[in-house]
């Protein structure tokens, strides 16, 4: 027996898939007399030591003091210059939903302090990404002369220099990879400074929002010191949580540490229905149990999207910020419309950006550009294709001037954002930036092959890195009849999962195959039964053309290993469980 062997989980070292199958932990760590809770938290990386505080992750256990990020004083300062003078503020948005959740969060906490304040979110097609130097005087000239900017602003280097020029101040609120040098501002608070300290830089995996949760923290704190809250109550940034958590599981942010304290909170928070624009979302989406962070990221997160990519920018700041039912109720409905748009453009340019991605097969990164393609979903399209081809991905949509917009999407272990900003300061794009894991940028027609070379020279070593350390994790091996409810219910303590913190994947079987088919669109569906009588649903999403979908379309009668991530299921008379498959092997 090699050593591949010896540590594979259930001696699987070629799936159908051609990979093995690993134990998250390892032998000895499994051997621990640990309860179920206690061996997910070790698995995801938890000392020992850590154990307890993980288990239940509150803002007091993992809430970092503001003053550690650098102009976070200077922005609460000026801030509460802005709530004791009454002044107006206008807080500047991106258009996808941490953008959008970071400016609502900021408009109700100045609204909640009787400041005048206002929301601008830039039009994704006539504005494009970040400030602008003429949004910003537009704003200064209707009597704003205070900008807070969220989730944008890091590079925007001329709009804020035409911004002071003009007389209005501007704050940076920002999450993005920053330059050696920084914009202007009169703040810039964001981890990723590179001359961040370095427990502030920690918090780096930080989604815009949760900065923005921390600049509230440092308002609030800095007008108590002035005596602010002496004859009138402050309002409670805790009550704004359900915020945080649904930008920072939609930004698809690391839920670790702080990140993970902020989802759980935040989701006990978003269940009590306080908001009501948030409220009307999660009716539009029909969700009618206590949500889950699965929920924020494919339920409410692409609805509050689509006002951005399909149709108006500030309708997700205007649904999360209003205090009339029926205006909320309206506009989740339109975002819902919306969102159904949103999927049959999305589908249309993801059959070409495939088609396109033929060309470059084997190159380490795999970047399509087509003309016309709608700028407002190749951030969708770009994510679909990393998951297909397992490499990172850049679409790019090329308008009738010949300037392309891109949206990036990579795996772990390749930093994307990175690598897009060097490509920047080389002069290879018009603008650009991100974070690891995802990157927009506007390029020239002409220098996208120019483009795809500096890429995949400078990245090739981290794919293939990343590629060649391929397995799929195991955290645990179930009897077919544990697929059940139970399984399900016991493992939710030791969530919220999502990215970094991945819900726990099972193996089952041996099974065979009873009944099989295509479901929906491109879903593989499968009902098996074990040789313990267990029999559960099985699916695998967009898979049915794959090479798991075919092989298991035309495995009838042959004993199987099943591996995925058990899921409650309520839509019967009587709850059950089914496997989003990931992976197959042959038992026999």
């Known amino acids: 027996m090699n050593e591949d062997s010896a540590t ?30 206690t061996q997910l938290l070790l698995a995801r990386g938890v000392a020992r030591d850590d154990i307890e505080r993980q288990r239940v992750p509150t803002l007091r256990g993992f809430m970092p003091d503001p003053s550690l990020f650098r102009d976070m004083e200077a922005a609460a300062a000026r801030l509460a210059d802005a709530v004791e003078a009454r002044e107006a503020v206008t807080i500047f948005g991106d258009y996808d939903v941490d953008g959008a959740t970071s400016a609502a969060l900021l408009v109700r906490l100045l609204r909640a302090l009787d400041v005048p304040v206002g929301a601008y979110i830039p039009d994704r097609l006539m504005e494009g990404y970040g400030p602008s130097g003429a949004a910003l005087v537009r704003i200064g000239e209707a009597g704003s002369k205070l900008v807070v900017t969220v989730d944008c602003g890091a590079q925007a280097f001329d709009a804020i220099a035409e911004a002071n020029a003009a007389g209005v101040e501007v704050i940076i609120v920002d999450h993005h990879q920053c330059g050696t040098t920084l914009p202007d501002a009169l703040a810039v608070v964001n981890p990723n400074r590179l001359d961040e300290d370095p427990d502030a830089a920690l918090h780096g995996n930080l989604a815009a929002v949760g900065v923005a949760f921390l600049l509230g923290a440092a308002l609030l704190r800095t007008l108590r010191t002035r005596g602010f809250f002496g004859g009138r109550a402050e309002p409670s940034l805790i009550d704004l949580l359900d915020l945080v958590a649904l930008g920072t599981v939609a930004d698809v942010a690391r839920l670790t540490g702080f990140n993970r304290a902020l989802v759980t909170q935040g989701l006990k928070v978003m269940a009590r229905r306080g908001n009501i624009g948030m409220a009307a979302l999660m009716d539009a989406a029909r969700l009618t149990k206590p949500p889950t962070a699965s929920d924020m990221g494919f339920a409410l997160g692409p609805r509050i999207n689509a006002g951005g990519r399909v149709g108006k920018s500030d309708l997700g700041v205007r649904l999360l910020t209003t205090n009339d039912p029926q205006e909320a109720a309206d506009i989740a409905v339109e975002l819902n419309r919306l969102n159904e748009e949103r999927r049959a453009i999305e589908a249309a340019v993801l059959d070409q950006a495939m088609e396109a991605s033929i060309a470059c097969a084997n190159a380490p990164v795999a970047i399509v550009s ?18 297909k081809l397992h490499r990172p991905a850049i679409v790019i949509a090329v308008d009738e001037t010949g300037i392309g917009k891109g949206s990036g999407r990579s795996i772990s272990g390749v930093d994307l954002g990175a690598a897009i900003l060097a490509a920047k300061e080389t002069g290879l794009l018009v603008a650009g930036g991100g974070h690891a894991m995802a990157a927009g940028l506007t390029v020239h027609a002409d220098r996208i092959d120019a483009l795809g070379a500096f890429l995949n020279d400078r990245l090739a070593a981290d794919v293939e890195r990343a590629s060649g350390d391929k397995s799929l994790l195991i955290d645990a091996v179930l009897a077919p009849r544990g697929i059940s409810p139970l399984w399900c219910d016991a493992i939710e303590s030791a969530g919220p999962y999502g990215a970094g913190w991945p819900a726990p994947r099972v193996a089952t079987g041996p099974v065979r195959i009873v009944e099989s088919g295509i479901v929906g669109t491109d879903h593989l569906r499968l009902i098996v039964a074990g040789e313990d009588g267990g029999r559960f649903k099985a699916i695998a999403f967009r898979n049915a053309e794959t090479e798991l979908g075919q092989t298991l379309l035309h495995a009838r009668g042959r004993k199987l290993w099943l591996a995925g991530r058990a899921k409650r299921d309520d839509w019967g008379s009587r709850p059950a469980a089914e496997l989003h498959l990931e992976d197959a092997a042959w038992a026999d």
């Open 8 to 37: 594979a989980a259930l001696g699987i070292t070629r799936s159908i898939l051609g990979q093995p199958w690993h134990w998250r932990r390892t032998s000895a760590e499994t051997l621990a007399p640990d309860d179920l809770v």
């Open 370 to 387: 087509g003309q016309g393609w709608h700028p407002g979903v190749i951030g969708i399209v770009a994510g679909r294709l990393k998951e």
